[in-house]
Structure formats: C-alpha cells, structure tokens
C-alpha cells in the first residue's frame, strides 16, 4: 500500500531558527513530490520535485528529492510568525492521472516570536 | 482562492440527507480532483477527473458519487449523508503534463 509519511508531526522554534522537515515514501509509480503550506484555508503550493539532488529554492524556503532513499525535505531559515502553519507533503502517482496524489498528514509548525 | 471556487462554504446536514458539493475552476485544467481532510489524517483522494467525461475513484470513495459534464464542472454527491462524513471538502485542479494542483478553499460540511 502506497504511503507518505511525514516527521515531525508538530514542531515549535522561535523565530530565526531554522527548521527541516521530513518527508519519506512508498509509492508504487512515482511521479512527483509536491509540498504545500496550509494555513486556515486552501493548500497553497510551495514545490514540486522530480528530480534527485536538484535543489528547488524560493526565498527562505528551500526542497530537495532523493529518489534513492526515497525521501524529501524542506528547509525554511530565518523562521517568522508568518510560517506558522501546517506544510504537506503529497506524492503524484503515474496511472495516467495527475489527480492522483497521497498525501503524508502534515507537520504543524509553530514558530514563536 | 482564484480561479478554484467551492460552494458552499459550511453545510449541516442531518443523517440520511443527501447534498451536491459544487466545484467550478475558470482555468480549463484537465484534471479535477475532490479529497476530504480529517483531523490527524492529513488529504485523502476520495474521486478525480482527467477530464470531461472521465472520472475514477480514489482512496476513499465509498458514499460519493461524481460527474464530469463539462471542463470547468466537478460537483460532488453526498447520496444518504452520515456523521463519518463530517469533514472539509476540498476541491482541486491540475493543467495538463505535470503541472500541481491547486486548491479551492474548502466546504466545511458537519452530518449530524
């Protein structure tokens, strides 16, 4: 059975820290790892990665894939009140259907002034 | 969320009603896709569309029901609604190739 875990479940820094989330799989027919950060509403969507060692950066935020060992992280320096929030770690399988994604249950980050 | 527009935003329903989750995106993406969120068990695949007329089941899709009309359209039934259903109902789309989803903002829907 295909699965997407996440660790930690909830983490709590002070603001200037910085932080590494986990992300490991197993899935049958990788396609894609997208992560997105939930705050009240929507996903919002930060990366997605399909190649190995090949870093995906976005200002403080940064991902990187290794198929080998099946597993992704997501570095955010500098942490700020602002990047308080749940960030989800989802897998896309092939099958012929990009609507086909396995999500991990997400690592809530709390970062405190 | 643009371009992604979920309604309603909140429903409660009573044991055995059913109701339709409306769906619509003004960005001609292919792919559509309905997952639930329930505490402590993160987004799961309840059904998805790789385009009009085409629809398959996902993890969870046992009590739901989907159509795919038309591009733009992918309504969700509930057919005899029950409180394991309670939960957040999101609504997502994908362009062709190997683009993301994203995400409408949600339908918060309480069975009781």
């Known amino acids: 059975e295909d699965k997407v875990v996440q660790s930690p479940l909830s983490l709590v820094v002070h603001e200037g820290d910085t932080v590494t989330l986990n992300c490991s799989y197993e899935v049958t027919n990788f396609r894609s790892l997208l992560w997105y950060k939930q705050e009240k509403k929507a996903p919002t969507f930060l990366f997605m990665l399909?190649?190995?060692?090949i870093e995906k950066k976005s200002g403080r935020l940064s991902s990187i894939l290794d198929k080998k060992e099946l597993f992704s992280i997501l570095n955010i320096t500098a942490t700020q009140t602002g990047d308080s929030a749940v960030y989800l770690c989802?897998?896309?399988?092939?099958?012929?259907?990009?609507?086909?994604?396995?999500f991990g249950k997400g690592t809530k980050l709390s970062v405190k002034p | 969320n643009a371009g992604v527009t979920q309604t309603p935003k909140f429903q409660v329903l009573k044991t055995g009603q059913s109701m339709t989750l409306q769906c619509a995106q003004d960005m001609n993406h292919e792919y559509m896709s309905w997952y639930r969120q329930d505490p402590g068990m993160g987004l799961r695949l309840i059904h998805y569309?790789?385009?009009?007329?085409?629809?398959d089941q996902g993890e969870v899709p046992n009590g739901y029901n989907v159509s795919r009309s038309t591009t733009e359209d992918f309504p969700l039934r509930l057919l005899s609604a029950a409180p394991s259903q309670t939960s957040v109902y999101f609504c997502a789309t994908g362009g062709r190739g190997n683009q993301p989803q994203h995400f409408g903002d949600g339908t918060r829907l309480s069975i009781l």
């Open positions: 399909t190649s190995s060692g």
């Open positions: 989802a897998v896309g399988r092939d099958g012929g259907s990009q609507g086909n994604l396995i």
């Open positions: 569309s790789v385009g009009a007329g085409i629809t």
